[in-house]
């Protein structure tokens, strides 16, 4: 946010002429009063822009301050936008502060997605390809059995135990 900073209050540019177009570019988003930085929202008030440490003490506050709730990463970024504050990389901040949490790893909803492709077993025509697997230990049943042996056949999906 320097050059930006420094371009506000100077209006001073780099000697690239890309760089200076691209700096002018972003700094039209911003405004500068009593040398703080304000980003300019669209339907929003001025938001005020922080520097690194500012940032993350923020981040802390907002995400573990007195309305604790362990949101995820675009919902945190929406409560600080909401309180006024805004960082060039704010979405970065909050996608590496809300991975770390404890809290929110050892709670968090396991994704229940397989983690490859499911593939189809196709057969060609019935009762060509059959597939044979043992279930079990069950508790015992009639004459001592504990395990179950199923067959599949691959073309019906007829099964038989």
């Known amino acids: 946010m320097t050059p930006i900073i420094v371009y506000l209050k100077d209006r001073r540019l780099s000697e690239d002429k890309d760089e200076a177009r691209k700096l002018r570019i972003r700094a039209a988003k911003y405004v500068l009063i009593d040398e703080v930085l304000y980003k300019q929202g669209f339907s929003q008030p001025y938001l005020r822009g922080l520097a690194p440490d500012e940032s993350n003490y923020v981040l802390r506050e907002v995400y573990k301050g007195a309305c604790t709730n362990h949101s995820g990463t675009r919902a945190l970024v929406h409560k600080i936008v909401r309180a006024g504050y805004y960082w060039l990389i704010i979405q970065a901040d909050a996608k590496a502060y809300v991975k770390v949490c404890d809290h929110c790893q050892r709670f968090s909803n396991v994704p229940r997605q397989s983690s490859e492709y499911l593939?189809?077993?196709?057969?060609?025509?019935?009762?060509?390809?059959?597939?044979?697997?043992?279930?079990?230990?069950?508790?015992?049943g009639t004459k001592q059995r504990k395990f179950l042996v199923v067959e599949i056949e691959y073309f019906t999906k007829c099964c038989r135990s």
Do not use: E, K, N, R
């Open 119 to 140: 593939t189809p077993m196709m057969g060609p025509w019935p009762f060509a390809q059959w597939g044979l697997d043992i279930l079990g230990p069950f508790p015992l």
